[in-house]
């Protein structure tokens, strides 16, 4: 086996029988639909017909993504913690095949557990939405991924996590302590939204904030209808997501190579 | 075997007092010494104030209608609306107005009433009674008792006061008297169901009131206010309504010998109710103090008189303090969220700290009744949190209030509030409470799961993110939201204040909270009571 395929193997061992995994990724499937689940359920058309409703059952990745961060942090910071950061780097010292392989785990997890809460939030708009007045009538079709825009959405919303994921990873590789890579990481992706969904900022200002902030650009591939209202487009605003994420990996790798563990 | 013989070893040292102060001080100590703590938390204040007033500064009231509602302002130099149809005669000196009121009727015009909405039977605060005004001048002082179609009888004066009288609706089977009486500065209000039995209902001092004022009948019929939140955002509906009102017994002492009743409109409003268009497709422009009802244009308000009964009319007026929809204000203290996640995580790491370097075991031998341990933290986190913010939120609001009101919302609706003033109080002394609040319940779930990431991401996630759903979400989920859930106590942020006597419809889109500020906080209060109490039950009960 490749040093990177040992690495891996490593860390999915290492990975799977921490106990807090199995709860975060239960935590973050529950929240996501159960979530998407409550936001379709209290709609009704025809008083709301316009809704985007692909977008509406997956509300819930506002709060999923927050056990995904707790999850990508602990996968670092964890061992900074324990002291096992050390072990690692004897096992495996080559620092960023260590990181590389602690991503490449990570990213795996979070594909399969995302596609599953995406899945099941689709699957409880499918059900619940028709019942709420969205039908074919209202030009509100059934949800399904044979619709381009919902296909984009639902692969859009697993990446997103991924994305979120690998973020959280190099924050904490970069700040090594839990407390303060969490506290950062919620800061990042939830100021931005909660300080623009305000109409009172200067609409320059709004529409910058909105085209730069992780989770406002990046929750843009979950949008179906009215694209051109977006701040920023839908591949472009996950593009957005994929260079904070760049930077703090970027960032993360130097200070793993460069500083003592 | 023998017992008794062997004397068991006692220390000579006294044994250690079993006293709060000194469990409060050594987690006093535990805090203040660690150095990246206090920094984080002195930091945490800074960045607060920072970032309020950076968002003050790009808050720019340009461009939204709201910012310059071009209002006219009242005696305290507040926003005031100051239109409504008057008959009045000049009251010299003291005096006093009485009237009968035995029918008002209120109705919402049928122009403009969207498609899907259901317009109300009438304005439940239209108003009609006795008045007495510095002057017929638009926002000068006054004092007025009135009937309303839904709250009763009430006294109102200087735009912002509103007292109850009498309850019930107005018919001609139970009519209302109304009387005011003036005596120096001081007007006192009365109202009555027989014209004998009289009941003081309110005395309001109006400042400065000159000799001369104006006394009379008033009628006032304000815009009914429809709509809800929904998901396309905000959809604000006013409805323009229309109230008549009859009055009679009319007396009014002090007046000069041989003087007649004027009537005429107050403040230079015009009302369109219906499409407006060239051509003669619908109505012609507007002139100040008319109405247009479907096609045609009429005056915005009138009197008809029959013997000793005076039937007054308005359309689409209001004497009350100008609410603002916009909360730019609200809007900018959403900044202290930053030090908010900074307190939490804070609070929670003052106790998985203790977990992570075992030091826990150490502290509650030397407190083994762990629920003062626990008592003991919280009290600390949430003083030292308390005072920090409070520090910051006394900066930072004042600075950023000027900054709003540079940016173009003007000072008559968003003015600088006192740091003494209830609504001072309210911002700076509920935002400190917040945080605190916030540290103390970061303690709590740190204390109960043991790990900083995951008590840090619990505790923001209740109280950050149901901001951002209820922004998203439906009036009545996003009003449950901000109800339930501790960010209940972001109300206290509310930098508009709301009058209990003027309609409007409270959106979350708007920075609007459905509970009131203290409310708010109380059930953000009770959180972190349940969250504590939680956490010393399971600290009693578990392994440490």
């Known amino acids: ?261 | 075997m023998s017992t008794g013989t062997i004397t068991p070893y006692r220390s000579s040292q006294q044994p250690g007092r079993d006293d709060f102060g000194h469990l409060l001080l050594s987690e006093w100590t535990k805090f203040r010494s660690v150095r990246g703590w206090l920094i984080a938390m002195i930091g945490a204040a800074v960045l607060t104030t920072l970032a309020v007033v950076a968002l003050a500064g790009i808050a720019s009231g340009k461009g939204n209608p709201g910012a310059d509602p071009t209002n006219v302002t009242g005696p305290g130099g507040e926003a005031v609306t100051d239109n409504f149809y008057f008959v009045h005669q000049s009251l010299d000196g003291n005096g006093s107005i009485t009237a009968r009121v035995s029918s008002l009727t209120s109705s919402v015009l049928p122009g403009q009433v969207p498609v899907g909405v259901t317009p109300p039977g009438s304005q439940p605060w239209a108003k009609a009674g006795v008045i007495i005004k510095a002057s017929t001048k638009p926002g000068s002082a006054y004092a007025a008792v009135m009937a309303t179609p839904g709250h009763g009888v009430r006294m109102q004066w200087n735009y912002t006061n509103d007292t109850a009288g009498l309850p019930g609706a107005v018919s001609a089977a139970s009519p209302r008297w109304l009387r005011l009486t003036r005596s120096g500065d001081t007007i006192t209000g009365y109202d009555s169901a027989d014209g004998s039995h009289w009941t003081e209902i309110g005395t309001a001092t109006l400042g400065g009131l000159p000799s001369t004022v104006q006394a009379g009948l008033f009628v006032a019929s304000p815009q009914y206010i429809s709509g809800a939140q929904s998901f396309a955002g905000n959809n604000w509906v006013p409805l323009n309504t229309q109230a008549a009102a009859v009055f009679d017994r009319v007396g009014l002492s002090g007046g000069q010998p041989g003087a007649t009743w004027k009537a005429g409109y107050v403040g230079g409003l015009s009302v369109v109710d219906g499409p407006q268009g060239p051509g003669g497709q619908g109505c012609p422009q507007p002139t100040p103090g008319s109405v247009c009802v479907g096609k045609h244009s009429e005056p915005a308000g009138g009197l008809s008189r029959s013997g000793g009964a005076f039937t007054v009319s308005d359309y689409g007026g209001d004497i009350a303090p100008y609410v603002a929809i916009t909360d730019p204000l609200g809007t900018v203290l959403k900044g202290t969220v930053i030090g908010l996640i900074a307190v939490i995580a804070l609070g929670a790491l003052y106790i998985t700290a203790e977990y992570r370097r075992g030091l826990i075991r150490t502290t509650l031998v030397a407190t083994p009744r762990r629920g003062r341990v626990l008592a003991a933290k919280a009290i600390v986190i949430g003083a030292v949190t308390f005072v920090a913010a409070l520090a910051g939120a006394a900066v930072g609001v004042p600075i950023a209030e000027r900054k709003l009101n540079s940016g173009g919302w003007v000072a008559s609706v968003y003015p600088v509030w006192s740091l003494t003033s209830a609504h001072g109080v309210q911002i700076v002394v509920g935002t400190a409470g917040l945080l605190a609040v916030a540290a103390i319940l970061a303690l709590s779930a740190g204390s109960v799961l043991r790990r900083s990431a995951g008590a840090i991401a619990a505790v923001v996630v209740l109280l950050i993110v149901p901001l951002i759903l209820s922004v998203i979400l439906p009036q009545g989920p996003a009003d449950l939201l901000l109800r339930l859930t501790p960010a209940a106590a972001f109300a206290v942020q509310q930098g508009t204040p709301q009058y209990s006597q003027v309609m409007h419809t409270c959106m979350p889109y708007n920075g609007c909270f459905p509970e009131a500020p203290w409310t708010g906080f109380a059930v953000s209060c009770a959180w972190a009571a349940a969250a504590l109490g939680l956490a010393i039950y399971l600290l009693r009960r578990r392994d440490a």
């Open chain 1, 1 to 261: 086996m490749s040093p990177l395929l040992e690495a891996v193997h490593a860390e999915w061992t290492k990975l799977r029988t921490v106990p807090s995994t199995a709860w975060l990724l239960l935590t973050l499937v529950v929240l996501t639909a159960g979530v998407g689940t409550l936001a379709t359920a209290v709609v009704k058309c025809p008083a709301t017909c316009s809704e985007d409703t692909t977008k509406l059952s997956l509300t819930g990745i506002l709060l999923g993504q927050a056990a995904v961060a707790v999850l990508a942090v602990l996968v670092m910071s964890g061992e900074y913690s324990s002291g096992m950061i050390r072990i690692t780097l004897t096992a495996v010292p080559r620092r960023l095949t260590s990181l590389a392989a602690k991503a490449i785990v990570l990213t795996g997890v979070v594909l399969v557990a995302g596609a599953v809460s995406t899945a099941g939030s689709l699957v409880a708009g499918r059900y619940i939405l028709p019942g709420n007045g969205f039908t074919g009538a209202y030009g509100s079709e059934t949800l399904s991924l044979a619709a381009g825009p919902t296909l984009r959405a639902a692969s859009g919303s697993v990446l997103y996590l991924a994305l979120i994921a690998l973020f959280s990873l190099g924050l904490a590789t970069a700040l090594r302590d839990s407390g303060a890579s969490i506290a950062v990481m919620l800061g990042l992706l939830y100021i931005v939204p909660l300080l623009t969904d305000l109409g009172t900022l200067d609409s320059r200002w709004q529409h910058r904030l909105q085209e730069w902030g992780p989770t406002t650009a990046g929750l843009a591939i979950q949008a179906t209808r009215n694209l051109k209202t977006l701040p920023i487009g839908p591949w472009p605003g996950l593009g957005v997501l994929a260079l904070w994420t760049a930077g703090a990996l970027l960032v993360g790798a130097l200070v793993l190579r460069l500083r003592d563990a």
